[in-house]
């Protein structure tokens, strides 16, 4: 088994944590075969798995399905599982009710959508031994308001950003992914934090690095901009997932 401890070891001694999405036990098998870090059941399988344009149908019921064959797949690897839209923005105690379920089906580690509004939740969850990634930016459960499209581009946007950052660490989030914001402003927050930062659309300079699963497979019909598709040049899949992992570890992906 991998714990939390383990992989906050691995980046405090400077390695890069190579992240991807994935959805059920098959992929997962490959996925720690080929040294991916952190498995996130991630609710993109709203759209990548079931088709919707947005991840907000994705019910607690069908995370909960997608963890438990992911984890199967993958008894030993670090699994983090998104808590959907509706599941936790009520009140601390919804969050602690439905992230029980999603450690029961196997996570180590929930992720959640806000910024300080989140506080509270964050902390009542942690003292409850529930580890807890944060998530800014471009928050996709968010889409009605925000588009999607990049965030924080602005001074108010980026100072915003910097002290959501730091108010949702020193409510006990132990990792915070940072979506679609300008580079130097991920460098800037992964400078401040003390916690590991997972990137995706957020340049190069953050502790680790998340791609959708099907982005990098070339299975995705318009990939987003940042993407990259691991395939092209790939034996198969698992190269091309080991090519993935490599790259990030090495620093050479995403580039400058
Ligand atoms: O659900 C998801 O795929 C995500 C991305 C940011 C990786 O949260």
Known sequence: MMFLPQLLAKTAQGEKLAVLTCYD????????????DILLVGDSLGMTVQGHDTTLAVSLDQMVYHTEAVARGADKAFIMADLPFGSYQESPQQAFASAVRLLSAGANMVKL?????????????????????AHLGLLPQSVNASGYRMQAK???????????????????????????????????????????????????????????????L??????????KNFMLGAAGIEAAVRAYVEAVKAGEFPVA
């Open 154 to 216: 602005d001074e108010a946007g980026a100072r915003q950003l910097l002290d959501d950052a730091l108010a949702l660490q020193a409510a006990g989030a132990q990792m915070l992914l940072l979506e679609a914001i300008p580079a130097a402003l991920a460098r800037k927050a992964s400078e401040q934090l003390s916690i590991p930062t997972i990137g995706i659309g957020a340049g190069p300079d953050c502790s680790a690095q998340v791609l959708v699963l099907h982005d990098i």
């Open 25 to 36: 036990a098959s992929f997962a098998r490959i996925l720690a075969r080929a040294g991916v």
């Open 113 to 133: 959508e806000g910024g300080a509004v989140m506080c509270d939740t964050v902390a009542f969850l942690v003292a409850r031994g529930v580890p807890v990634c």
């Open 218 to 227: 070339g299975l995705t019909e318009q990939p987003p901009s940042f993407a």
